[in-house]
């Protein structure tokens, strides 16, 4: 049976596994499950259609499933959080679930740490092994790609992507995607300082890999800021058919952040939906 403290409040269409802990405080309303393992620390507040795999942690003060910072959500929408497994949420977190226009699901993948005041909006994707620093605002329908740190105080555009592996420095904004496997600083203009050398080689990347990525990033942004796109140097890599996975991964990446005009591939989807709506 699950543990759970006298003061602490569970709706009876709360789902627990058998060996959640729930500590003092707690709040738990709506059609919540939590998977094995998952331990509640205290004063939490968990509601709407939220959904939280095997051993999450979650600290005092964090809220999971509340309504989204949107005028055009309604409390009565049923959408969700979806959350995997082994993640750690510490103080005063915020992950906020989806809305109907904007797909209905907020998710974050496994082994995912979010550091106190990090917030989450609707409709955003955290995958794999993503940490966010304190104070990160990760806005709607965003995507943070598996490996991504995000230092102190950053902040995301709404449907900006942040290709993956890439090490996003203090302080630092963006309102267009960032390529993947990077190292960024700044804001206005958010400048490349080069590829993530070091999360890199915690990943196992050979060195000559690491050269290739470090090459193709200074070609296709000549003058380091994430506005400066160099479109030859792209279609010139496009064309190569000898570059390594990781190389391609990042022209593919940068290709499809160019769907749109304002350098944000989410963005394409955003405004055919919305053409399709008024046809």
């Known amino acids: 049976m699950p543990t759970i403290h006298p003061s602490a409040i569970i709706d009876p269409t709360v789902v627990l596994a058998d060996d959640v802990s729930v500590g003092p ?6 059609n919540v499950k939590i998977g094995p393992g ?3 620390r205290g004063r939490c507040w968990i509601e709407g259609h939220t959904t939280l795999g095997a051993g999450n942690i979650v600290f005092p003060n964090v809220t999971l499933g509340t309504q989204p910072q ?16 082994n993640c750690v949420f510490r103080e005063n977190v915020t992950v906020h679930r989806g809305t109907k226009s904007g797909g209905g699901i907020t998710r974050i993948g496994n082994n995912c740490m979010l550091m106190v005041n990090s917030h989450v909006g609707h409709d955003a994707t955290l995958e794999d092994r993503v940490t966010l620093i304190n ?7 965003c995507r943070v790609e598996t490996g991504v740190w995000l230092s102190g105080y950053a902040a995301m555009h ?14 630092a904004g963006t309102d267009r ?19 993530n050398v070091v999360g890199l080689r915690r990943l196992g990347v050979e060195v000559d890999v690491i050269r290739s990525l470090r090459e193709a990033l200074g070609r296709l942004y000549p003058n380091g800021t994430i506005y400066d796109l160099d479109k030859e140097a792209l279609a010139e890599y496009d064309a190569r058919p000898d570059l390594n996975e990781h190389v ?7 290709k499809r952040s160019t769907a749109h005009r304002f350098g944000r591939a989410r963005e394409a989807g ?6 399709a709506e008024h046809e």
């Open 38 to 40: 998952c331990d509640l």
């Open 25 to 30: 405080g707690c709040v738990v309303r709506g």
């Open 70 to 85: 949107d005028w055009r959500s309604d409390p009565a929408d049923p959408t969700q959080v979806i959350i995997g497994d």
């Open 158 to 171: 709404q449907f900006t992507t942040i290709g993956r592996f890439t090490f996003f420095g203090a302080y």
């Open 135 to 141: 104070n990160v605002t990760v806005a709607g329908h």
């Open 177 to 195: 995607d960032v390529a993947p496997y990077a190292r960024v600083e700044g804001t206005r203009p958010t400048q490349y300082m080069g590829v």
């Open 248 to 254: 391609r991964y990042l022209v593919d990446f940068v």
């Open 270 to 275: 955003r405004f055919a939906a919305a053409a």
